[in-house]
């Protein structure tokens, strides 16, 4: 069965510090893979999401980014954190293929605070 | 631009009484719909999903959703609510032609009171 984690669970970090959250997924070849930022009353904001290594779609021009160095891998990155970026992170795949017939899978997210 | 409403953003139940949730979006074209919760301390997981056919869908701990095409609407139901459904609900909408993108609602609050 496929699985998805991301670490780490919590961090707190400075502003101006750089941040790496990563995100990966077994069981499955080539997902479709997206991160979003959970923040209260918002809902969920896509931030990037990915159909292959290499391949990133940015949907939020801020100072995240995001890259894919293997199959099962994304990684969510900055360089200098802002008091803004402290959210919830979620990473999520689905299934590569037909996109009439698809749905995303969740993993258990990320709580960021900037301090 | 494409976007997903939900208006009830916290809901305050007593067990037992019935649920309806509401979600419209705005997209011209075919969509698959879906609703997600996300328990206390828990995962976001799947609750129910639309693709096509009977637009009236069953999902896990008797939630049901109908899709209403004309009214761009696909409402969360429950006849009889639990102290457990006490969530968070949220509405997704993936447009089928050629976009990976899911557009999520904002999100309802619900608490169920023992």
């Known amino acids: 069965s496929q699985t998805i984690h991301q670490w780490p669970a919590t961090l707190v970090q400075p502003v101006g510090s750089p941040l790496s959250l990563e995100c990966t997924v077994e069981?499955?070849?080539?997902?479709?893979l997206y991160w979003y930022r959970q923040a209260a009353g918002r809902g969920l904001q896509l931030l990037f999401y990915?159909?292959?290594?290499?391949?990133i779609s940015s949907e939020v021009p801020q100072n995240l980014s995001a890259s894919r160095p293997q199959d099962r891998q994304f990684i969510l990155s900055s360089k200098k954190l802002l008091l803004s970026d402290s959210g919830f992170y979620l990473c999520?795949?689905?299934?590569?293929?037909?996109?009439?017939?698809?749905?995303?899978?969740f993993g258990p997210g990320t709580r960021l605070t900037v301090l | 631009a494409q976007s997903v409403s939900q208006h009830n953003h916290h809901v305050i139940l007593s067990e037992a009484a019935s649920l309806e949730l509401g979600c419209n979006y705005s997209?011209?074209?075919?969509?698959?719909l879906f609703w997600y919760v996300q328990y206390p301390g828990q995962h976001l997981q799947l609750l129910l999903k639309?693709?096509?056919?009977?637009?009236l869908v069953k999902g896990i701990k008797g939630f049901e959703a109908e899709f209403i095409k004309s009214k761009f609407s696909f409402n969360l139901r429950k006849p009889s609510v639990q102290w457990s459904d006490t969530a968070e609900y949220f509405c997704?909408?993936?447009?089928?032609?050629?976009?990976?993108?899911?557009?999520f609602g904002t999100g309802t609050r619900l608490k169920v009171l023992a």
């Open positions: 069981g499955t070849s080539n997902p479709n």
């Open positions: 999520a795949w689905s299934v590569p293929g037909d996109l009439r017939y698809n749905e995303q899978f």
């Open positions: 997209y011209g074209g075919t969509v698959n």
């Open positions: 990915s159909v292959g290594i290499g391949q």
């Open positions: 639309y693709f096509s056919g009977d637009p």
């Open positions: 997704a909408v993936h447009p089928t032609s050629g976009t990976y993108k899911y557009i």
